[in-house]
């Protein structure tokens, strides 16, 4: 679980991938504490749209992506993404769930099969991607039992009844698919 609300609010992406002092970033869309933070790890944060990324085929280690484009299909824009990095590379992606008007989890997960990733891992984003105060990996429920005894308020009724959804939901294994937002990350097949 990272805990994202101190100092170093999101700057700590080796959390979620592996970047080091020689990787070239693209963050797409806006997050001035994240490009901060990667600008002094990696050689070079490139701030672009996919539109007009402003890079070679294959230049890139990391792509981390705040905002998709409005009107272009996701399995274009994940194809143009795919292009762009390097064998190995990887791609951060948030998003709100479908019932948010975003996309399912599985649906993403299934169109980054399509365009070329592999090694797809899911988080949750606590209380969402815009300004998470915890990052939880759902490869166990661990870190969310963690965050719900130590974090999480249940100071009324309604916040009780989201306490006990999401204790459920997690030991069924289904939370990812339910959760307000997640991120997932995934590398191009090498």
């Known amino acids: 679980m990272l805990n ?19 990787d ?16 002094k790890v990696c050689k070079r944060v490139i701030k672009n749209t996919i539109s007009s990324p402003l890079c070679d085929k294959g230049s890139l280690d990391l792509i981390i992506v705040n905002d998709m484009a409005k009107g272009e299909s996701l399995n274009s824009q994940l194809s143009t993404l ?13 998003f709100f769930n479908v019932w ?12 980054l099969i399509e365009a070329g990733f592999k090694d797809i891992e899911s988080y949750i984003p606590i209380p969402s991607h815009i300004n998470p105060k915890f990052i939880i990996t759902t490869k ?5 039992k963690y965050y719900l005894s130590h974090h999480f308020e249940r100071d009324s009724f309604y916040k009780s009844l989201i306490y ?10 289904i939370f990812k698919y339910i959760a307000p937002s997640y991120i997932i990350t995934a590398r191009k097949f090498g």
């Open 4 to 22: 994202t609300t101190g100092k170093y609010n999101l700057i700590d992406i080796s959390f979620l991938l592996p970047v080091n002092s020689d």
């Open 24 to 39: 070239t970033v693209l963050l797409i869309g806006e997050n001035a504490l994240l490009a901060e933070g990667l600008s």
């Open 82 to 94: 795919n292009n762009l990095l390097k064998e190995g590379g990887y791609i951060c992606l948030p």
């Open 100 to 111: 948010r008007g975003g996309y399912s989890y599985r649906c993403v997960s299934r169109k």
């Open 140 to 144: 166990d429920d661990s870190p969310l």
């Open 164 to 173: 006990i959804a999401v204790r459920l939901s997690s030991a069924a294994g």
